[in-house]
């Protein structure tokens, strides 16, 4: 009785899929409305990312960079949602989804900043409705939900959208807040990228759940397993998703399956201890590029000699946001104290005053 | 002016908020149309209405969160901890996340959010709620900690809490809500956060307190005053930061001192104003600064509160000790 409807729960999140490995359109009814320049646009991206991630892992082995997650195989999956949304839609990034916040208008060169520890990495542009990537995983999801009702209840036609992994949605916090936003009906998207390891332990270890969208069940929200390999897809069902949540139809979960085909992060971490050579294969043939590239090349839209031009200006904006980070003014305690509080309470005060004469001797 | 009690004046504040700035909003368990398990949030949400004071799914991490995201998108969140035992559910939100928002964005984001909790012993309240776990707020950068002790100052308080652009957790001790009436404006006010208040001036000793243990420190000086010892009874008000300018003249003007909690000796926030007027006013002492305080134990079971908590006479017993050492 039991083993039946857990069944029938997992039928209903199938993964859907728009374009297969060969670059072939398998569901011609859900392709999605976009035109030549939008399409080779997002192939653009996912090109730029791919070049951004190498140098990212290279500048960081340099010690030119700090904290760093690689993202190369998860490019269809960041690209393609964040390729969904309006410019006044929030972000509430994750610490891997640094793409996603860049696109949306973060300078390169201040996310080499947080990358590098330095004040300058949060000090986002005015308009930039982008929260700085969020180290505790889970905490960005309930926030959502807050950002979702503020924006709701101001009546703007916005969503909030925020990302975790397969290991995030194990977290208290990543139920608690697809539940609060089920309540309050609010336009939030929660995206949960499972690329199928929580650092060294696999997806199979996090829960007995088949999928991670059926997840949303709980929370009573639409969930949607999506092909996260699959540009297309992934941007067709965060756009259903926004458009959705705008229409007063609430929040989804959306569960991307992809791939890092990097490290977890670069503080250390060797994938060789828990993936298998044969498991790394098999996603390589899924990559998303090589996808992408097929559907575009058979529609003229995309030539090696584009590519190679938008490689070289991803090489040449990365030296020269590599520089303008370097050039960044040198923090000082000070700099730290000034912006703990809008009005500094006396204990800062007196400690500002010391620190004051101490870095201007 | 009209009597209040403290949750009367509570309520008064956030009605008083809730009209002048239609950014502030309310919310948390049962906070809405059932007005608060204590009756603070009584009638709010029948006069400014649902969108603006409302209830919450049970789940303290999430109305952490919910605030944080109204916080970031103009909205002044006033919200609530149902019990600040319960603290622990959220305090990534608090503690982890709304105290560090303006710091970690450079400046450019803010979170200006009111946390408000009961707490408190005295009451005989089952496990987990009336734990005084303060001094985890105060140990954390980017919070302020508010503590009012009369129906006067949690009124000002309040309202300068919710005015505040950075976050603020506001105690609000269970046994202080309807022990007592006092006078209290009907029209709005403000107390400055981080300044102490003299309850009571004298010569003798200071003591430094907040919260219930303010009634059982002006008791101590009433019959302390009977052996002829006049006691000056700082209200801390404010726990962090604190009124060290206060604190440090009425030492320098006694020389002798005792800071009185009702947390655990481990706990609280009495240490630091010790070390504070270690290092401040050494010269002025006669004696060492002496403490009084719960022991280190878990919170008592509520049969045993009255043994357990520090009361006038653990004061008066620490004031002779300092007076006579």
Not at chain 1, 232 to 237: F, I, P, W
Not at chain 2, 25 to 52: I, Y
């Amino acid at each position: 009785m039991s083993t039946k409807t857990l069944e029938q729960v997992e039928e209903k999140f199938e993964t859907f899929q728009i374009l297969n490995e060969e670059g072939e359109i398998v569901n011609e009814s859900a392709m999605p409305d976009l035109s030549d320049e939008e399409l080779q646009e997002l192939m653009t991206r996912m090109v730029y990312t791919r070049i951004w991630d190498q140098r990212a892992i290279s500048l960081n082995r340099q010690g030119r960079l700090g904290f760093y997650a690689p993202v190369a195989g998860q490019e269809a999956s960041m690209l393609g949602s964040q390729f969904a949304l309006d410019k006044e839609d929030w972000i509430l990034p994750g610490y891997r989804d640094i793409p996603q916040i860049v696109y949306h208008g973060l300078p390169l060169h201040q996310a080499f900043l947080w990358s590098r520890g330095h004040i300058g990495g949060g000090k986002f542009p005015e308009g930039l409705n982008v929260a700085v990537p969020q180290i505790i995983i889970g905490a960005q999801i309930v926030q959502t939900a807050g950002v979702a009702l503020g924006l709701k209840r101001k009546g703007n036609k916005n969503i909030a959208i925020t990302y975790t992994g397969d290991g995030g949605s194990s977290q208290g916090d990543f139920y608690e807040g697809m539940n609060f936003a089920g309540a309050y009906n609010v336009p939030a998207v929660f995206i949960v990228q499972n690329n199928r390891f929580a650092i060294s332990v696999p997806v199979e270890k996090q829960t007995a759940a088949k999928t991670i969208a059926q997840k949303a069940t709980a929370a009573g929200i639409e969930g949607i397993q999506v092909d996260g390999m699959d540009v297309l897809a992934v941007y067709a069902v965060t756009k259903e998703a926004r458009d959705r949540a705008l229409n007063g139809d609430g929040p989804t979960l959306i569960e991307t399956l992809t791939y890092r085909y990097g490290p977890h992060t670069m503080a250390g971490d060797d994938p060789t201890r828990y993936r298998t050579s044969d498991l790394d294969d098999e996603w390589t043939k899924k990559d998303p590029l090589v996808r992408f590239r097929k559907f575009l090349e058979a529609k003229k839209l995309w030539t090696e000699e584009k590519e190679n031009e938008i490689v070289e200006k991803a090489k040449e904006d990365i030296k020269a946001a590599i520089k303008e980070a370097d050039s960044a003014p040198k923090q000082k305690v000070t700099d730290l104290i000034g912006v703990m509080f809008d009005e500094l309470p006396a204990n800062l005060r007196e400690q500002m005053e010391e620190f004051t004469a101490k870095e201007s001797k | 002016m009209a009597q209040m009690t403290m949750i009367q004046a509570i309520t008064d504040a956030m009605r008083n908020e809730l009209k002048t700035n239609e950014d502030v909003l309310v919310f948390g368990e049962d906070v809405g149309q059932n007005g608060g398990v204590f009756r603070a949030t009584e009638g709010l949400q029948k006069e400014f209405g649902e969108d603006r004071v409302f209830d919450t799914p049970l789940a303290e991490s999430g109305i952490g969160g919910l605030a944080i995201g109204l916080g970031l998108t103009g909205f002044r969140p006033v919200m609530e901890i149902q019990f600040f035992g319960f603290l622990f559910e959220v305090m990534d939100s608090v503690a982890g996340q709304m105290s560090r928002w303006r710091y970690r964005s450079g400046g450019t984001q803010t979170t200006p959010i009111t946390v408000r909790a009961p707490f408190g012993g005295g009451v005989k309240t089952p496990e987990m709620h009336a734990d005084s776990l303060e001094g985890l707020m105060a140990q954390t950068p980017g919070l302020k900690v508010v503590i009012p002790s009369t129906p006067y100052d949690a009124k000002g308080l309040l309202i300068s809490s919710i005015r505040d652009n950075d976050p603020v957790v506001f105690l609000e001790h269970m046994k202080l809500y309807r022990s007592f009436r006092a006078e209290v404006p009907e029209e709005e006010y403000t107390i400055e956060l981080g300044k102490a208040d003299i309850k009571r001036e004298g010569n003798d000793v200071t003591i430094v307190t907040y919260g219930a243990m303010v009634h059982a420190s002006l008791k101590a000086a009433e019959e302390l005053e009977k052996d002829g010892i006049d006691v000056e009874v700082i209200d801390l008000m404010t726990v962090s930061p604190l009124d060290v300018d206060t604190i440090v003249a009425s030492v320098e003007k006694t020389n002798r001192a005792i800071v009185v909690q009702e947390a655990q000796k481990q706990a609280g926030i009495a240490a630091n104003v010790v070390a504070e007027i270690t290092e401040r006013a050494i010269l002025s002492l006669e004696a060492p600064v002496l403490r009084v305080t719960a022991p280190d134990t878990i919170y008592p079971f509520a049969s045993m509160e009255d043994s357990w908590l520090p009361d006038h006479k653990d004061i008066v017993a620490t004031v002779n000790k300092v007076v006579n050492f």
